[in-house]
């Protein structure tokens, strides 16, 4: 029986970039829908399920995808809520890469540094990217810095972790100018930047300034850079005695992830993959023991 990957996709458009991924994951037919909502969706839901017996919806899955994070976690959770017994498929949230974006950023921090008990600040903290490392960081029981513009708006953050991880070890902060960015990163040993495009969080030179910061992991592909001192394509690069990874130094596994996340789908009909689930997976395909 062949298998079916149906995209759900929030905006107009079903995204390109997850289509091109989908067939990258050797996935046999895929149906792509744009403009899905929680109020359109249960009857593309239903027609993912009494198409096929129990016995074979493992060869039919579910990916959500689209612009619009929070539109996404919304359309993730009225799907699942549409299963019952044993009619559902597998089914994955990635909505603009959220989720293996920050899983990969996350796994590559663990290829050279302990997390646990770790300070790390996670500057752009208020955004989908920045609240998933946020999370990961603090699953792996790091001190977690989560900077915003607004302390409001830092302190809601928190409190979005801390709903997920309830141990997590959290501090709001808010910054707006890079001289502020660089001294709440003068004391921690780990720099995430995860902001909107065209933010530069720390100014050129900052790295040589920051002698307690080990590693900075820059997620913004587009210029300016996040980190002025990180390239788009560093992986792993040591400057200033700090390692860095540009958004393409993560994007390497990120895809990885993604193509193996995509093809784990059809290994059952019941996989929920969100952000915890791929960053089990981002750990495995890094060759992290978990």
Do not use: W
């Amino acid at each position: 029986m062949k298998s079916i990957l149906i995209q759900f996709d929030t905006d107009a458009l079903p995204s390109v970039f997850d289509r091109v991924v989908a067939v990258d994951s050797n996935v046999e037919h895929l149906f792509s829908y744009g403009g899905v909502t929680p109020e359109n969706v249960v009857g593309l839901v239903h027609g993912s399920i009494f198409t096929r017996g129990p016995a074979d919806l493992k060869n039919t899955a579910i990916f959500v995808g689209g612009s619009d994070v929070a539109a996404g976690e919304v359309l993730f959770k009225k799907i699942q809520k549409t299963f019952f017994g044993p009619m559902r498929v597998s089914v994955m949230m990635d909505s603009n890469g959220c989720n293996t974006t920050a899983a990969a950023a996350i796994a590559s921090a663990r290829k050279h540094l302990s997390l646990a008990d770790a300070s790390a600040i996670v500057l752009g903290a208020t955004g989908p990217v920045g609240l998933r490392a946020a999370e990961l960081l603090a699953l792996e029981n790091s001190r977690v810095t989560l900077v915003s513009r607004t302390l409001d708006r830092a302190e809601a953050a928190c409190e979005s972790v801390r709903a997920k991880v309830a141990s997590a070890r959290l501090t709001p902060a808010a910054a707006s100018t890079p001289e502020e960015f660089e001294k709440l990163a003068g004391n921690q040993q780990i720099v995430i930047a995860a902001g909107a495009a065209g933010v530069c969080f720390l100014s050129e030179g900052a790295l040589a300034r920051l002698d307690d910061v080990k590693l900075a992991i820059d997620l913004n592909a587009v210029p300016p850079a996040g980190l002025a001192d990180v390239g788009v394509m560093d992986k792993a690069v040591e400057k200033h005695g700090t390692i860095c990874y540009g958004a393409l130094g993560v994007g390497g596994l990120k895809m990885k992830v993604h193509k193996r996340a995509v093809a784990s789908l059809f290994e059952s009909n019941t996989a929920v993959l969100e952000t915890r689930a791929l960053y089990e997976l981002a750990l495995k395909v890094a060759g992290i023991s978990a």
